[in-house]
């Protein structure tokens, strides 16, 4: 299995400030010009929702904000400036094999 | 605009079956190219995906389930389902369905991202 590894686990931020999420995967997720890495946002209380697809698309309706940048084994998800609606879990996952694995979740938080 | 909503018991006895249905709404299941698809979520912990049954009926599973998982689709109904057996007091979580969206895009193979999720059902095992 693709093991997914998250970093931090916890990041407390300011308002207005930029934040940033690394996620390594085990084996390289990239394949045939792409690379098949999502990032999921899971509010408190709600089911995850998705950000970023292919690694640095951003889903329909995801404010400009967020951006997704890596490739192979190394990504990370930015926000530019952090936003009290921004708070959660957010979780990255590989999709190039079954079993489909996500990484433990870096939670976000208000300072 | 597609919705995904699970249903079915919140309790179930260890050994037994977990069977649990996700009804699509705002669409049709059969209608495009996408992997309708379960994953779970134990109390204070991360994601798991369970598994996938494709538009056109092909399935694939986590091996963790060890050969007790199946996912199933009734496009007359537009629902599809999952089953569970043989469950302890380990598969208690909260389940999601989903939608698998592929990016339909050359060479792109076997990947699809989840959206949307359904708003998750909590399922306990225990006597």
């Known amino acids: 299995d693709i093991v997914m590894t998250q970093s931090p686990l916890s990041l407390p931020v300011t308002p207005g400030e930029p934040a940033s999420i690394s996620c390594r995967s085990s084996?390289?997720?990239?394949?045939?010009?792409?690379?098949?890495l999502d990032w999921y946002l899971q509010k408190p209380g709600q089911s995850p929702q998705l950000l970023i697809y292919?690694?640095?698309n951003r889903a329909s309706g995801v404010p400009d904000r967020f951006s997704g940048s890596g490739s192979g084994t190394d990504f990370t998800l930015k926000i530019s400036r952090v936003e009290a609606a921004d708070v959660g879990v957010y979780y990255c996952?590989?999709?190039?094999?079954?079993?489909?694995?996500f990484g433990g979740g870096t939670k976000v938080e208000i300072k | 605009q597609v919705q995904l909503q699970e249903s079915g018991p919140g309790l179930v006895k260890p050994s037994q079956t977990l069977s649990l249905t996700c009804t699509v709404s705002?669409?049709?299941?059969?209608?495009?190219?996408?992997?309708w698809s379960w994953i779970r979520q134990p109390a204070g912990k991360g994601l798991e995906w369970i598994g996938r049954?494709?538009?056109?009926?092909?399935?694939k599973y986590n091996p963790s389930l060890k050969g007790r998982v199946s996912v199933s689709v009734d496009t007359s109904k537009n629902q599809f389902f999952l089953n569970l057996n043989s469950v302890t007091a380990a598969d208690t979580a909260v389940y999601y369905c989903?939608?698998?969206?592929?990016?339909?895009?050359?060479?792109?193979?076997?990947?699809?991202?989840?959206?949307?999720w359904g708003q998750g059902i909590l399922v306990t095992v225990s006597s």
């Open positions: 989903a939608r698998g969206v592929p990016p339909g895009l050359s060479g792109s193979g076997d990947y699809y991202w989840f959206d949307p």
């Open positions: 049954m494709s538009t056109s009926g092909s399935t």
């Open positions: 084996q390289s997720l990239y394949s045939n010009g792409y690379n098949y």
């Open positions: 705002g669409g049709s299941i059969s209608s495009g190219s996408y992997y």
């Open positions: 996952r590989q999709g190039l094999q079954a079993p489909l694995t």
């Open positions: 292919l690694g640095s």
